[in-house]
């Protein structure tokens, strides 16, 4: 599967959001789905993520402004984004969790990125 991030962008703070994540087949809905973002000089982090039967988890920072869903008849993936600060700013990337379908094994997959850019 490929995945296709898009929906970033400029927004002022206080703003929302929605980017998404297209995935090329049929198989996404075994996946387990995550957005990360990494900010510029940071790592890495995880911040939503939806398993393959709608179960939900956020990172600390984006609990209750965020919200992670997904359309398995659409194939994607989205970050509902509210009440942004600008420490929220970074490159958003959706990822697909290594998933057993039937007797094999579905490789991870990342998308490109998507730019989160918050003004104050």
């Known amino acids: 599967v490929q995945l296709q991030a898009s929906g970033g962008g400029l927004v002022q703070a206080g703003g929302s959001l929605r980017p998404s994540c297209a995935a090329s087949?049929?198989?996404?809905?075994?996946?387990?789905m995550r957005w990360y973002r990494q900010a510029p000089g940071k790592q890495r982090e995880l911040v939503a993520l939806i398993s393959s039967g709608g179960s939900t988890n956020y990172a600390d920072s984006v609990k209750g402004r965020f919200a992670i869903s997904r359309d398995n008849t659409k194939d994607t993936v989205y970050l509902q984004m509210n009440s942004l600060k600008p420490e929220d700013t970074a490159v958003y990337y959706c990822?697909?969790?290594?998933?057993?379908?039937?007797?094999?094994?579905?490789?991870?997959?990342w998308g490109q990125g998507t730019q989160v850019t918050v003004s104050s």
């Open positions: 087949r049929s198989t996404f809905n075994v996946y387990n």
């Open positions: 990822n697909a969790e290594s998933a057993r379908y039937g007797s094999t094994w579905l490789p991870e997959v």
